[in-house]
């Protein structure tokens, strides 16, 4: 593909190229405006998906996925697609991909990131200007029509000097369709395998000009469905003892935690060191009254002199659990939905007006309405004593209850999410070589989660407890545990279910900008460009939550939340940006420039920063150029992270493992050591957890480099190379790291963060803490990019075209507040060393198919092996070295996409797309880990989409 710039348009051809988000610099304008006369720069296409590489004359490394791209891949959503892009690395939320390990944070959101940077170190931006966020700072993306796009940009590298904060790991700027005429419907239905997960979508686009603008409309509708994950074999029920190439253990998704329950104590003798562990289940059929209505599962530990019966009975649970599991175990996934069901609308409207020749006016508009449900298994019922005196105890003491209350406590929750987007904007010409251009955004992004009821635990407490604790007065009656406990009589049931549970979120952005752009100077290698703008923006948040669990304590570890407004933030921006062409035609130059930006911003309550970068771009021949770059970056803190209203969880059904107090080493910390003894770890229950927002927080800084070479040989038609080495460097990273915060609280023997971590007086256990977001660390990444790409001559068979990527992360690693170490973060879980991408494509008259691969590396998802020891290994082997020798990993994968398409020409186009054409199984099943990694657990998925212009 070939485009032509000529000199008059030239000036206004960057102008528009920055009101779209991309640096003049980019696409080749820079050197085409250094010619006098018309210069032919080429576009050389190559595909990933039927993605098209972008111009190959960039300073940053760009990739570009136009909308035929999307159409003839099959796939139903730019999510899809870019999940399968070797630059975003890292949790990639998608259609495909999203999954319901916690129904109560599974809000349909689809985001992205580049690098495994984060989703807030990715700045997205819809024509030029950015999309509306969520209070946290990411940004869903499934809001834009896909069918709407003209093309989306991905700007791999630091670009906060041009764009602002945000843009430290890159830039994805979604560009709208214009000047679109006729109409242009699409549908496709998608199922899978096992007749289920159905997906079906539909859209319109219609567009017409007028005399002097033109008007292009979008709607979407989009239904997902999805499955029960009882409906899968593959999570049934245990599957810890498989492996995959030898390295992965499987999960066991059976639960100690029943419909049926269980009813647990324990024995310790101290002067024998010896410990018993009781889990009694009671009998089917049997309504509890008596002792032989329980089969009991026990296991008895004998340590050594001294040891405290708490580490004992921990010894002794364990294995009690695992016989319990082996005769009872219930798999909750049973009851889990594998995915969100969805239902999306999307309105989007671009238009624009010519005042006069040199004065254009856009409107744009962009509305979603989304839908979403979400279901993991019920809430477990924990750490409940059933009293002694409570009438129906056949134990005569205190026991815990353990127990899963499949019909009383679901836990399911729908959010709604209306995102709006409205741009007015001008541009035109100030004088001969100069444009200028002038945006007000108006954008915000709202979000209503509701929940079901849930359980008063305390009341439900004192309704296993004796008479002296559940009184009348306060709509107490004695509850039997041992049976049904669904069968409540309504008067109790009315009192202990609390209805009427919400949170609403909401963030606004207003936006005013004024650039201009144009030449200042004419050298003898071309003219030196300019482009100058200053941005003002305010940004509102909002956090509301129902003052229901401000008045109860409910089961479910539902948080006790504040709602919070913070104060309006203002920011102000001026920018520069200059190229200079230094050489052009000359020996071993055929161009040179270099480029330069600088950004201030004045945050109103985090500060200033000014952020510079600075590129080179040199071809020393035609077939070959060299781009460095240098940019320092920045992200202040979003209003979320700073003025975060309080999170209390009380309602807690796991121990803390976090406290170093109770964990190997804790002698060799002064505040640990002072206790005189190892502390027990918290019991569930006994602690609680609180989060919030810091006022103190400082924006974080980077600096990036990046190298690259672009070979577009002459003597190898078809054929195009790109080579990027980068490196990110991050300072002040914020994080919200307990461990860190704990360790460096018994380190400093309690001086650091005192005020934050509550232990018992007596027993040093760990009772409260506050977790808030700190500037707790350093992260450092690197890797490097390769992409080939070969486009075959046409032969009777048809046309071939072939390509292959690689994104390499060789460092990833962090260092926090009091570490000498750094930890290694790449390679571990989702973050992953590499990722790759193969396709083969193939058209031939009105046929094109193509087979598409999408690789990732395997991943430990641990620390080393804890008797590893690494003193005779070399520093700079220790990392890899501990890699191999993690307790726990997930394999590499691979995503494979075949697509057959024909042009039925006045009929449409038809495409049948198959993921995961060869009904592999997915490699593993832990919710923690998450799925996006590997095939699919719908088996093989079917989608039948056409599309066609009129």
């Known amino acids: 593909m070939t485009y032509k710039l000529s000199p008059v348009r030239n000036a206004v051809t960057t102008a528009l190229l920055m009101m779209s988000g991309t640096s003049f610099a980019s696409d080749g ?39 035929e791209d999307i159409a003839l891949s099959g796939l139903t959503s730019i999510t899809d697609v870019f999940t399968r892009l070797p630059a975003m690395n890292g949790n990639q939320v998608s259609i495909d991909e999203n999954f319901g390990a916690d129904a109560r944070n599974n809000d349909g959101r689809q985001k992205i990131q580049l690098r495994g940077l984060g989703y807030a170190r990715t700045l997205n931006l819809l024509d030029g200007v950015r999309m509306a966020a969520d209070t946290d700072g990411s940004v869903d993306i499934s809001i834009i029509p896909t069918t709407m796009l003209k093309r989306v940009d991905i700007k791999k590298g630091s670009a906060s000097a041009i764009y602002g904060s945000d843009a430290i790991a890159g830039v994805v700027n979604y560009q709208l369709l214009k000047d679109f005429e006729g109409i242009k419907l699409s549908a496709s239905t998608g199922i899978s395998e096992y007749n289920d997960a159905p997906t079906h979508t539909f859209s319109f686009v219609g567009g017409t000009s007028f005399d002097n603008g033109g008007i292009t409309l979008g709607i979407e509708a989009k239904k997902v469905g999805t499955y029960n994950r009882g409906s899968r074999s593959f999570y049934h029920p245990d599957r810890s003892d498989q492996k995959i190439s030898g390295i992965f253990e499987g999960t066991n998704f059976l639960s100690i935690y029943g419909p049926d329950g269980n009813f647990t104590y324990s024995d310790c003798d ?5 410990a018993t562990y009781y889990m009694m289940h009671r009998s089917n059929g049997s309504d509890g009254n008596n002792l032989s209505d329980f089969a009991p599962y026990s296991a008895t530990y004998k340590g050594q002199a001294g040891q405290a019966c708490w580490e004992l009975e921990e010894i002794a649970q364990e294995e009690a659990e695992k016989k319990y599991k082996e005769a009872h175990g219930y798999n909750y996934q049973s009851e889990t939905l594998d995915a969100s069901k969805r239902t999306e609308y999307s309105v989007l409207l671009n238009s624009y007006y010519n005042f006069t020749n040199t004065l254009e006016g856009t409107f744009q508009l962009l509305y979603a309405d989304k839908e979403n449900y979400a279901q993991e298994a019920a809430a477990v019922v924990s750490g409940l004593f059933v009293s002694k005196d409570n009438e129906f105890n056949p134990f005569g003491r205190d026991v815990r209850m353990n127990r899963r209350l499949t019909n009383l406590n679901k836990r399911n929750t729908t959010t709604v999410t209306t995102p709006l987007h409205v741009r007015f904007g001008l541009s035109g010409e100030l004088f001969e070589n100069w444009t200028w251009s002038s945006d007000l955004v108006h954008s915000t992004y709202e979000a209503k989660t ?3 009821a849930a359980l008063n635990r305390t009341l439900l407490q004192n309704s296993l407890s004796g008479p002296d604790v559940c009184l009348a007065e306060d709509n107490c009656s004695a509850l039997n545990p041992f049976l049904d406990l669904e069968n409540l009589n309504s008067e109790l049931l009315d009192a202990i279910m609390i209805e009427g549970i919400w949170t609403e979120h909401k963030a606004t952005t207003n936006t005013f900008n004024l650039s201009a752009v144009g030449e200042v100077y004419e050298l003898p290698a071309g003219s030196i460009q300019v482009a ?18 401000g008045k109860y304590k409910l089961v479910g ?42 950004r201030y911003s004045n945050y109103s309550d985090s500060g200033s920063s000014s952020t510079p970068s600075v590129n080179i771009y040199w071809k020393p021949v035609d077939e070959l150029m060299v781009r460095a770059n240098y940019s320092e970056g920045f992200r202040a803190p979003t209003l979320f992270d700073l003025y975060r209203g309080r999170e209390i969880l009380t309602d807690r059904w796991y121990s803390n493992s976090s406290d170093p107090c109770s964990n190997t080493g804790w002698e060799q910390l002064p505040l640990c050591k002072s206790f005189g003894a190892r502390v027990a770890e918290a019991e569930p229950y006994q602690w609680s957890f609180e989060m919030g927002g810091n006022e103190n927080l400082n924006p974080e800084t980077s600096t990036s480099r990046n190298l690259g070479l672009v070979w577009t040989p002459e003597y190898i038609k078809g054929l195009s190379a790109t080579l990027d080495f980068w490196k990110v460097d991050i300072e002040n990273a914020p994080e919200r790291l307990t461990r860190v915060m704990l360790r460096e609280n018994a380190r400093t023997n309690g001086e650091l963060f005192a005020d934050l971590i509550q232990r018992n007086p007596t027993t040093h256990v760990l009772e409260h803490y506050k977790s808030i977001i700190i500037n707790i660390g350093k992260t450092r990444s690197q890797g490097y990019d390769l992409d080939l790409n070969y486009a075959f001559s046409e032969t009777a068979l048809g046309q071939f075209t072939v390509n292959y990527s690689l994104a390499e992360i060789t460092r990833g690693e962090n260092q926090y507040l009091g570490d000498d170490e750094w930890t290694p973060s790449i390679g571990r879980y989702n973050n992953l060393e590499t990722k790759q991408s193969f396709g083969i494509f193939w058209n031939k008259g009105n046929w094109s198919s193509s087979f598409t691969v999408a690789y990732g590396s395997k991943a430990f998802n641990s620390d080393e092996d804890d008797i590893l020891d690494l003193t005779d290994i070399p520093e700079k082997d220790q990392y890899r070295e501990a890699r191999e020798y993690a307790k726990s990993w997930s394999p590499s994968y691979d995503l494979k996409t075949l697509t057959l398409g024909y042009d039925a020409q006045a009929y449409g186009r038809f495409n049948l797309t198959v993921q995961n054409p060869f009904g592999e199984t997915p490699p593993f099943y832990d919710i923690a880990r998450g799925y996006d990694r590997g095939p699919n657990p719908r088996g093989r998925y079917f989608t039948l989409s056409w599309f066609k212009e009129f």
């Open 557 to 598: 570890n539902l948080a006790q939340e504040e709602s919070n407004i913070p104060p309006k933030r203002k920011i102000k921006e001026a920018y520069i940006e200059t190229s200079i062409p230094l050489l052009e035609d000359a020996y071993f130059a055929k161009h040179l420039s270099i480029e330069l930006a600088l």
């Open 29 to 67: 304008v820079n050197e085409a405006a250094n010619k006098k006369e018309t210069k032919e720069i080429e576009r050389v296409a190559v595909t990933g998906s039927r993605l098209i590489r972008p111009e190959l004359t960039s300073s940053l490394p760009i990739t570009t996925v136009t909308s």
């Open 270 to 274: 101290p002067d024998t060191a010896t």
């Open 532 to 549: 100058l703008g200053v941005e003002y923006r305010t940004e509102e948040a909002s956090n509301k939550f129902d003052d229901v669990r």
């Open 450 to 452: 509701a929940y079901p």
